[in-house]
């Protein structure tokens, strides 16, 4: 072979590399931003779950020393995540804005009780569990009653449910899809060497020979794309954290290096699968078959 076709077949060798190296760099960012999708979707459930609250309206003979001590009694139970006092000035205040007019001038008195503003834990923002704090929490003296949006908080349980189905199935498809593209683009890699691959076995070379650089090759380009759709990704956070503040973010380190070492992973594992069978498949084929 002269130097010129020496040259050339480099650059055919390098042009396809790179193709591919491309290729799966965009089928691994397509992942990348399934698997974020799913934590920011878990992140923004903590926080819908975590804003359902109800009130704990108190007695109005309650002395003020006797709410604080409930008050501390709440903030221990481990299904509760924050409690504040609302005084009853504070409640006419906020009930004044809400209408736009001052009710305690027409009325001629302030009608409204001290309460407890409660805010759950995301595993017990539910209806079962909000029933079954309120028997628990009408045990004690001081509170007159536990009052919640019971339509509200069954509105907003089965809307999440539906949106986690519909996310988690989109998830499903992207993956899928994702699975298929990457197995394409090695098999067609795959497939421009069938003859150097069946040259090298009418030279005697055995079947773990011939593979061996295919597998190296592959789970290298796979480490390779993978580094590549984790900086775009993680530059499409940088960018957007900004104007999506608490839904998009790096603070959840631990989501996101399990999601970094899950593209990577995904990227390496998928890539060494689908050469071995593809380099399988023209190990098994017959010469006449190869054109």
């Not at 590399?17 to 931003?33: A, D, E, P, R």
């Not at 399934?34 to 903590?46: E, Y």
């Not at 993680?234 to 104007?243: A, K, R, T, V």
Request: hydrophobic share 45%; aromatic share 10%; proline share 2%.
């Amino acid at each position: 072979m002269s130097k010129k076709e020496n040259r050339t077949y480099s650059r055919r060798i390098r042009s396809s590399y790179i193709t591919s190296i491309i290729s799966i760099s965009l089928v691994l960012l397509l992942l990348g931003m399934v698997g974020l999708l799913l934590i920011n979707g878990r992140n923004i459930r903590k926080q819908v779950m975590e804003s359902i609250g109800f009130n704990v309206i108190l007695k109005e003979n309650v002395k003020e020393a006797d709410i604080y001590q409930l008050q501390k009694i709440l903030d221990s139970r481990e299904f509760i995540l924050s409690t504040e006092y609302i005084t009853k000035e504070e409640a006419a205040l906020e009930t004044e804005q809400m209408l736009g007019e001052d009710f305690i001038r027409f009325l001629g008195y302030n009608p409204l009780p001290p309460s407890i503003r409660v805010r759950l834990h995301q595993r017990w923002a539910n209806p079962d569990s909000v029933m079954i704090i309120e028997q628990d929490l009408m045990q004690y003296d001081s509170i007159e009653e536990v009052y919640y949006k019971k339509s509200l908080l069954y509105t907003v349980n089965e809307n999440i449910r539906q949106i986690t189905l519909i996310i988690l199935g989109f998830s499903i498809l992207l993956t899928l899809i994702s699975v298929t593209l990457i197995n394409n683009t090695i098999r067609l890699s795959i497939y421009s060497k069938r003859f150097i691959i069946n040259t090298m076995q009418l030279v005697g070379a055995t079947r773990s020979f011939i593979r061996k650089p295919f597998l190296f090759t592959s789970a290298a380009m796979g480490f390779t794309g993978s580094l590549v759709a984790l900086a775009i990704l993680f530059g499409l956070i940088y960018l957007l954290q900004e104007e999506f503040e608490g839904v998009i973010s790096f603070k959840d380190y631990d989501m996101m290096s399990i999601l970094a070492l899950g593209v990577i992973l995904t990227g390496i594992v998928l890539n060494w699968v689908s050469t071995f069978f593809a380099v399988n498949k023209y190990l098994n084929i017959k010469t006449d078959k190869l054109y």
